[in-house]
Nanobody, 124 residues
Framework: QVQLEESGGGMVQAGGSLRLSCEASGRTLSMLTMGWFRQPPGKEREFVGA????????QYADSVKERFTISRDIAKNMVYLQMTDLQPEDTAVYYCAASRLVLGLRRPTSYEHWGQGTQVTVSS
């Protein structure tokens, strides 16, 4: 019954920053593992990062390490993806995902619930 809704996407120039938000309803974030994925045009969905239900051991894809940061506000049932130093290669539809149980945080098939996605376009 978990529903997710992403927001905050848009167009930015290379080197710019953007913060994506994901609002979850139906379950508290303290009981959910939350993941961020992205799908570039013509390519498969790929892992960006994830925060386990415990809130620690946050994981990121090598391509976004040191540039992207995941955080959450349990009281607001919100998860955020702060993106800095954006590059054209980051252009994609970004998705928020959630699951009560996750075996393999980096695999899209591990997640039970998905948002509709939000477009991020980075110009060169």
């Amino acid at each position: 019954q978990v529903q997710l809704e992403e927001s905050g996407g848009g167009m930015v120039q290379a080197g710019g920053s953007l913060r994506l938000s994901c609002e979850a309803s139906g379950r508290t974030l303290s009981m959910l593992t939350m993941g961020w994925f992205r799908q570039p045009p013509g390519k498969e969905r790929e892992f960006v990062g994830a925060i386990p239900w415990s809130g620690d051991n946050i994981q990121y894809a090598d391509s976004v390490k040191e540039r992207f940061t995941i955080s959450r506000d349990i009281a607001k049932n919100m998860v955020y993806l702060q993106m800095t130093d954006l590059q054209p290669e980051d252009t994609a539809v970004y998705y928020c995902a959630a699951s009560r149980l996750v075996l393999g945080l980096r695999r899209p098939t591990s997640y039970e619930h998905w948002g509709q996605g939000t477009q991020v376009t980075v110009s060169s």
